[in-house]
């Protein structure tokens, strides 16, 4: 392996394609961790330049780094910088290669494109003058016609970022501060880039909607390899030690599930007191409490909050992750399915489906997919079925008078609530907030009978709109919660009376 001054080309180049090889030459780091070390220069708080030693937050992400990642973290733990000088050593290591890194803001690119800088001025003379000089080093943009490679920093600001370009490595920074429309500015991204391509979309949270939120929920289960990190895997976050005696039970909590010291509560104390409930937002502590909502969230987020953090497990999952089964059916048990209808299509909103146990209203299963009328019939008389035909409750509003008809005719299925002497539940203004409402009451009265993080999340973004009603907030869906909304309302109903007056079971 070549030292930082006898370093060339050819060596540079025979090194491209090991960047992420471990060896136990390297104390078992990788190339691309050994060429940093070895090779790039970054300021350090005092404001002198050093190697590019990689502390904690960014050997565990070399670890685990993947061609395809989303990374979620708390406030300056060193990523950004690390990304670049991954990627800056692609760039000069392979001919041919486009890498682009997105800021959200113009100031942002700027810092990001003085640390991009500062690995090229730092780099022995001779590469600099020799291999690796360039024809264009300004305006964000650094070419190395000998390599036919380039760098780009651009800001998330200029919708024609990227665009007319085929990019290797794609660094999405900050997503969640996106200006604009985040999703569309992403998409175009995206579409530039080829199927070997390295991504990584990084950000601190920013309320729980929005372009980066989605992709952090959608990441499980998909080729996107997740990555969190907490503030305290920063050392610098210390401050004076508390008192054992003034440790509070949340505190004794935190030092036992997370290793934190005396030093760390102290700091702990200082966010809460400088940031109040947004220190959770800024310094993240979790995957999913960080997330706070941005808007006036319907629902209490300290039940949210405390219910996310006790979750279990599915026990099985079905339709590539769309249902979750959590509790299996028991003989002589009663169960209800409620179905709240979408119009489906790859690109339309979900139907859901929530299974409660009739008797402790303890969510059992839930089913989230694009489906037609037809499709969300059969999938929903199947879980009917399975839940010792239970009572099935569909929203009969829009799409839902379809899918009643196809349970009736096509399926055959006839335990079905009726309404009024019809089949289904109407919801209008007058019935959707006490469903809400009821909602509502049981996430904080009976927080234990929810199981679907999903479902939670989607509590997290159902906020009051401008107008004045309730919804889920521009970028997220409600699907899971007006399902549930529905079952809770219509088993509050058979329960408080056997049968209510207006409602029946068959």
């Given at each position: 392996?070549?030292?930082r001054?006898?370093?060339?080309?050819?060596?540079?180049?025979s090194?491209?394609?090991?960047?992420?090889?471990?060896?136990?030459?390297?104390?078992?780091?990788?190339?691309?961790?050994?060429?940093?070390?070895?090779?790039?220069?970054?300021?350090?708080?005092?404001?002198?330049?050093?190697?590019l030693?990689?502390?904690?937050?960014?050997?565990?992400y070399?670890?685990?780094?993947?061609?395809?990642?989303?990374?979620?973290?708390?406030?300056?733990?060193?990523?950004?910088?690390?990304i670049?000088?991954?990627?800056?050593?692609?760039?000069?290591?392979?001919?041919?290669?486009?890498?682009?890194?997105?800021?959200?803001?113009?100031?942002?690119?700027?810092?990001?494109?003085?640390?991009?800088?500062?690995?090229?001025?730092?780099?022995?003379?001779?590469?600099?003058?020799?291999?690796?000089h360039?024809?264009?080093?300004?305006a964000?943009?650094?070419?190395?016609?000998?390599?036919?490679?380039e760098?780009?920093?651009?800001?998330?600001?200029?919708?024609?970022?990227?665009?007319?370009s085929?990019?290797?490595?794609?660094?999405?920074?900050?997503?969640?501060?996106?200006?604009?429309?985040?999703?569309?500015?992403?998409?175009?991204?995206?579409?530039?880039?080829?199927?070997?391509?390295?991504?990584?979309?990084?950000?601190?949270?920013?309320?729980?909607?929005?372009?980066?939120?989605?992709?952090?929920?959608?990441?499980?289960?998909?080729?996107?390899?997740?990555?969190?990190?907490?503030?305290?895997?920063?050392?610098?976050?210390?401050?004076?030690?508390?008192?054992?005696?003034?440790?509070?039970?949340?505190?004794?909590?935190?030092?036992?599930?997370?290793?934190?010291?005396?030093?760390?509560?102290?700091?702990?104390?200082?966010?809460?007191?400088?940031?109040?409930?947004?220190?959770?937002?800024e310094?993240?502590?979790?995957?999913?409490?960080?997330?706070?909502?941005?808007?006036?969230?319907?629902?209490?987020?300290?039940?949210l909050?405390?219910?996310?953090?006790?979750?279990?497990e599915?026990?099985?999952?079905?339709?590539?992750?769309?249902?979750?089964?959590?509790?299996?059916?028991?003989?002589?048990?009663?169960?209800?399915?409620?179905?709240?209808?979408?119009?489906?299509?790859?690109?339309?909103?979900?139907?859901?489906?929530?299974?409660?146990?009739?008797?402790?209203?303890?969510?059992?299963?839930?089913?989230?997919?694009?489906?037609?009328?037809?499709?969300?019939?059969?999938?929903?008389?199947?879980?009917?079925?399975?839940?010792?035909?239970?009572?099935?409750?569909?929203?009969r509003?829009?799409h839902?008078?379809?899918?009643?008809?196809?349970?009736?005719?096509?399926?055959?299925?006839?335990?079905?609530?009726?309404?009024?002497?019809?089949?289904?539940?109407?919801?209008?203004?007058?019935?959707?907030?006490a469903?809400?409402?009821?909602?509502?009451?049981?996430?904080?009265e009976?927080?234990?009978i929810?199981?679907?993080?999903?479902?939670?999340?989607?509590?997290?973004?159902?906020?009051?709109?401008?107008?004045?009603?309730?919804?889920?907030?521009?970028?997220?869906?409600?699907?899971?919660?007006?399902?549930?909304?529905?079952?809770?309302?219509?088993?509050?109903?058979?329960?408080?009376?056997?049968?209510?007056?207006?409602?029946?079971?068959?």
């Open positions: 392996m070549p030292d001054e006898d370093c060339d080309l050819e060596e540079l180049l090194l491209g394609g090991v960047l992420h090889t471990r060896s136990a030459l390297l104390g078992g780091r990788t190339t691309g961790a050994f060429l940093a070390e070895t090779l790039l220069r970054v300021r350090d708080r005092g404001g002198i330049n050093v190697p030693v990689p502390n904690r937050v960014q050997l565990e070399e670890r685990r780094r993947g061609a395809k990642n989303i990374v979620l973290k708390a406030r300056q733990l060193g990523i950004t910088t690390w670049a000088g991954q990627f800056f050593l692609k760039t000069i290591t392979t001919p041919g290669t486009m890498t682009v890194q997105v800021a959200h803001t113009h100031d942002s690119a700027e810092a990001i494109f003085r640390i991009v800088h500062r690995f090229l001025d730092c780099l022995p003379a001779r590469l600099r003058t020799g291999v690796l360039t024809s264009r080093s300004s964000r943009q650094i070419v190395f016609p000998a390599l036919d490679s760098y780009r920093v651009e800001s998330a600001g200029d919708r024609n970022a990227g665009r007319g085929t990019i290797q490595n794609l660094h999405c920074s900050e997503v969640a501060r996106w200006p604009g429309d985040p999703a569309e500015t992403l998409a175009g991204l995206l579409a530039a880039m080829p199927v070997d391509g390295e991504l990584v979309l990084e950000s601190t949270p920013n309320g729980s909607a929005g372009c980066f939120y989605e992709e952090w929920t959608r990441a499980p289960g998909s080729p996107m390899v997740q990555h969190f990190f907490p503030w305290w895997w920063e050392p610098q976050y210390a401050a004076a030690a508390v008192a054992e005696a003034s440790l509070t039970a949340a505190e004794r909590l935190a030092m036992r599930e997370h290793g934190l010291g005396l030093e760390q509560i102290g700091y702990r104390r200082t966010l809460q007191e400088r940031f109040g409930e947004r220190a959770a937002q310094f993240a502590e979790d995957a999913d409490t960080c997330f706070l909502s941005s808007g006036a969230c319907v629902f209490d987020a300290r039940a909050d405390g219910r996310l953090r006790a979750l279990p599915s026990v099985a999952e079905r339709l590539g992750g769309a249902l979750l089964i959590w509790l299996p059916p028991l003989p002589g048990r009663k169960y209800l399915v409620a179905v709240d209808p979408a119009g489906g299509g790859s690109e339309g909103d979900f139907s859901a489906a929530q299974v409660l146990d009739m008797e402790s209203g303890m969510q059992c299963a839930e089913l989230q997919a694009r489906l037609d009328t037809l499709e969300l019939a059969q999938q929903a008389v199947a879980l009917a079925r399975e839940y010792n035909q239970a009572l099935l409750a569909v929203e509003n829009n839902g008078a379809g899918v009643l008809a196809y349970l009736q005719s096509v399926c055959a299925y006839t335990p079905l609530y009726r309404q009024d002497g019809r089949e289904g539940w109407l919801t209008t203004s007058l019935s959707r907030p469903m809400i409402g009821g909602l509502a009451a049981a996430l904080v009976q927080p234990e929810f199981r679907s993080r999903r479902l939670l999340r989607e509590c997290r973004s159902f906020v009051r709109l401008r107008n004045g009603k309730t919804g889920a907030q521009a970028g997220t869906h409600d699907d899971c919660v007006m399902a549930m909304a529905l079952g809770l309302s219509v088993r509050r109903e058979l329960m408080e009376g056997g049968t209510h007056r207006n409602a029946s079971l068959h």
